[in-house]
Nanobody
Framework: VQLQASGGGLVQAGGSLRLSCAAS????????MRWYRQAPGKEREWVAA???????NYADSVKGRFNISRDRAKKTMYLQMNSLEPRDTAVYYC?????????WGQGTLVTVSS
């Protein structure tokens, strides 16, 4: 199983981007689907989570601006990012946590200019 993240790019402050994370192969026993990010010189931080009980959770820094979702038929998860700010600049990673294994995408770079 591989996760392929895409959708990053350069955007002006106030703009929007939608990140995608497509899974190849079948993944069973999913507990949660998450997005993380790592800004230059900083540690990786959690951004958003989609739990299998239907509850979504967000870091305070993105709450109200970002939305995590999934398309089961396409085996793809998304991160809609609105009202982007320069502090959102980072490499974004998708993650699928299962009872058997933890999968990571390769990361996609988001750069927000002021």
């Amino acid at each position: 199983v591989q996760l392929q993240a895409s959708g990053g790019g350069l955007v002006q402050a106030g703009g929007s981007l939608r990140l995608s994370c497509a899974a190849s192969g079948r993944i069973i026993g999913i507990r949660a689907m998450r997005w993380y990010r790592q800004a230059p010189g900083k540690e990786r931080e959690w951004v958003a989570a989609l739990m299998m009980n239907g509850i979504n959770n967000y870091a305070d820094s993105v709450k109200g601006r970002f939305n995590i979702s999934r398309d089961r038929a396409k085996k793809t998860m998304y991160l809609q990012m609105n009202s982007l700010e320069p502090r959102d600049t980072a490499v974004y990673y998708c993650n699928i946590d299962t009872v058997y294994e933890n999968y990571w995408g390769q990361g996609t770079l988001v750069t927000v200019s002021s």
